[in-house]
């Protein structure tokens, strides 16, 4: 098993930014691959960002692409999203998840792919 807990959300202006932070409980962190998907109101959970158990590889949805950077801290069972240039269509709860790579599968681009998930963490960019 393994827990995840989000922080980091919260109340924005355009143009603005903020960092995401998921901390790991439980199995080895370096061996789960790490997603973060979010959920705007009335619509499907969405495929952001993901990284690789060792950090090496990253893999961006094309509407974060540029402004979203994933990052992992496998010493401190942390992985981070760091949202620039952030647009009141980022607003959404923003989901951290965590995946058993197997069968070894990279990107993993959908939800049914991961095992693990927060409760979620609220992001609000005003315009």
């Known amino acids: 098993q393994v827990q995840l807990v989000e922080s980091g959300g919260g109340l924005v202006q355009a143009g603005g930014s903020l960092r995401l932070s998921c901390a790991a409980s439980?199995?080895?962190?370096?061996?789960?691959?790490m997603g973060w998907f979010r959920q705007a109101p009335g619509k499907e959970r969405d495929f952001v960002a993901t990284?690789?158990?060792?950090?090496?590889?990253?893999y961006y949805a094309d509407s974060v692409k540029g402004r979203f950077t994933i990052s992992r801290d496998n010493a401190k069972n942390t992985v981070y999203l760091q949202m620039n240039s952030l647009k009141p269509e980022d607003t959404a709860v923003y989901y951290c998840?965590?995946?058993?790579?197997?069968?070894?599968?990279?990107?993993?681009?959908?939800?049914?792919?991961?095992?693990?998930w927060g409760k979620g963490t609220q992001v609000t960019v005003s315009s």
């Open positions: 998840a965590a995946r058993i790579n197997i069968p070894p599968t990279f990107p993993a681009l959908n939800t049914y792919e991961y095992g693990y």
């Open positions: 439980g199995r080895t962190f370096s061996s789960f691959v």
């Open positions: 990284i690789s158990g060792g950090g090496s590889w990253t």
